[in-house]
């Protein structure tokens, strides 16, 4: 009886004007993060730049600019409210305007919204002044599950679940499903294209990059060496080294800045 009350008591809370624009504000600071990546990325190919090219490094970015404090404070405020919003829609199964989400769509929105959480737990760090990035904590963090029991199988079931989310990104990509989630029918025409070609590139490209990170852990447990797992910064870093690859870095660059459009312009049409 008291978890119904409970549960009643969020749906109505998911009807209010206040958890609408909080989460609506969530897009909109993802999408800002994704651009700062994006510029990051550019300097890493061009051999530039100060700060690694991941969520953390954008955070940082973001905080070293002038009225850096101000902005993170808006962007602790907007991470939070899209982490809100997906653990909402993960612990609900519904939202007001989404309906019914299915068994698929609320494991996504439950890992993206226990992310977007660090990441504000994490630009709340850097406002305090305890923060830390980089690929080094991929691999002590690897390092340290390898000495789990069965740890090594953990590592390689996280590399194989990352893959599958850069396989569901991809088929979004492709089949344009994404548009689904989006009131497409309040857009002009114009607009409708220029946001199907953003999500189809935007997407696409966190594909790649999931797929980059997936396999770098997934081949730290085949070979059981956490030196070999990467976060985002260091799959962009270890794509320089191949042939080809500051282009292929400069194409997802690009990509990566046309998801953060992508974000921004959701966050107004967004079935919250």
């Known amino acids: 009886m008291a978890s119904h009350t409970l549960s009643g008591g969020a749906d109505e809370v998911t009807h209010t004007r206040a958890f609408d624009l909080f989460a609506r504000s969530g897009y909109v600071a993802r999408g800002v993060l994704y651009l700062v990546i994006a510029i990051l990325a550019f300097q890493l190919a061009r051999g530039v730049g100060e700060q690694a090219a991941n969520q953390q490094g954008a955070l940082q970015e973001i905080a070293d600019r002038r009225f850096g404090a101000v902005l993170l404070i808006a962007m602790v405020v907007g991470l939070a409210g899209y982490s809100v919003f997906r653990l909402t829609m993960a612990t609900l199964g519904s939202t007001p305007e989404a309906g019914r989400h299915s068994a698929t769509d609320r494991l996504g929105a439950l890992g993206s919204g226990v992310s977007y959480g660090l990441f504000a737990v994490f630009a709340v760090g850097i406002l305090t002044g305890d923060s830390g990035n980089g690929d080094g904590g991929a691999q002590r963090t690897t390092a340290d599950v390898f000495d789990w029991p ?123």
Do not use: C
């Not at 029918?185 to 980059?212: D, I, Q, Y």
């Not at 770098?216 to 799959?235: K, M, P, T």
């Not at 800045?257 to 921004?264: C, E």
């Open 150 to 272: 069965a740890g090594r199988f953990l590592v390689g079931a996280a590399g194989v679940v990352l893959l599958a989310i850069a396989a569901y990104q991809a088929y979004q990509s492709v089949s344009r499903r994404f548009l689904d989630d989006t009131k497409t029918g309040e857009m002009s025409e114009g607009v409708r294209r220029a946001f199907t070609v953003l999500g189809v590139a935007g997407l696409g490209a966190r594909a790649v990059v999931f797929g980059l990170i997936g396999g770098w852990v997934l081949n730290a447990a085949i070979v059981f060496d956490a030196r070999e797992a990467v976060g985002l910064d260091g799959a962009l870093a270890r794509l320089t080294q191949q042939t080809h690859g500051t282009v292929a870095l400069i194409a997802i660059a690009v990509g990566l800045a046309m998801f953060a459009g992508y974000s921004i312009v959701d966050a107004r049409h967004r079935k919250i």
